[in-house]
């Protein structure tokens, strides 16, 4: 089987990219791409070196995805509705792409996070928490408290965890983000 004219390394990403969404990021290897494009899996090592090579590349394209969303979302916002704006685009990023949302915890080594959209990810939840006023190492703390709130509630909602019970998801959302407003406010109080 002779390889198909037109593949090129952005087209395999964004190809193993749907196939996260598609099966599960931890389903995606180079094999179930070959399998998509019906080549063989050799064809596909001139452009990606092995499957952590192209899960590391769906993970960088997704946090570039993610960090441009928040980018979009964050314009002309500051404290409660910037961080509402912010947390509904992690939320919504993982309904609509699951797999690739998955991919944003991939563990990437030092070089390929810092040339990652992550440090993006982290200056503007640090823009968002200058309108709380918290001086250092408050900031740091909360920068992990929202992303481990955000994280945490999108994988327990994915993975079905709200959907027995009332109230409505989106209820306990809005409440999660008001509480985690009020909290920020009182912590930056002198």
């Known amino acids: 089987m ?3 004219a037109g593949l090129t390394t952005d087209r395999l990403v964004r190809a193993g ?14 094999s ?36 441009d969303r928040g980018s979009a979302a964050l314009a002309g916002r500051a404290g ?20 690739r949302y998955a991919s944003t915890q991939y563990r990437l080594d030092p070089e390929a996070a810092a040339a990652s959209a992550g440090g993006r990810h982290a200056q503007m939840t640090r823009a968002i928490l200058r309108g709380y006023d918290l001086a250092e190492p408050d900031q740091t703390h909360a920068v992990r408290l929202l992303g481990s ?23 306990s959302w809005s409440w999660a983000l ?3 407003d009020a909290l920020l406010r009182t912590w930056s109080a002198p």
């Open 2 to 4: 002779a390889p198909r």
């Open 17 to 30: 990219a749907e196939l996260a969404d598609e099966v599960g990021f931890a389903e995606v290897t180079v």
């Open 32 to 67: 179930a791409l070959a399998r998509r494009f019906d080549v063989k899996v050799a064809s596909l090592y001139s452009h990606v070196k092995n499957s952590h090579d192209l899960k590391t590349r769906i993970a960088l394209l997704a946090l570039a995805e993610l960090a």
């Open 80 to 99: 409660k509705d910037a961080l509402t704006a912010f947390a509904n685009v992690y939320r919504d990023y993982a309904r609509e792409h699951p797999g």
């Open 149 to 171: 709130v955000f994280h945490g509630y999108v994988s327990l909602e994915l993975a079905g965890g709200f959907s027995h019970s009332a109230p409505d998801s989106q209820e």
């Open 178 to 180: 008001d509480r985690l």
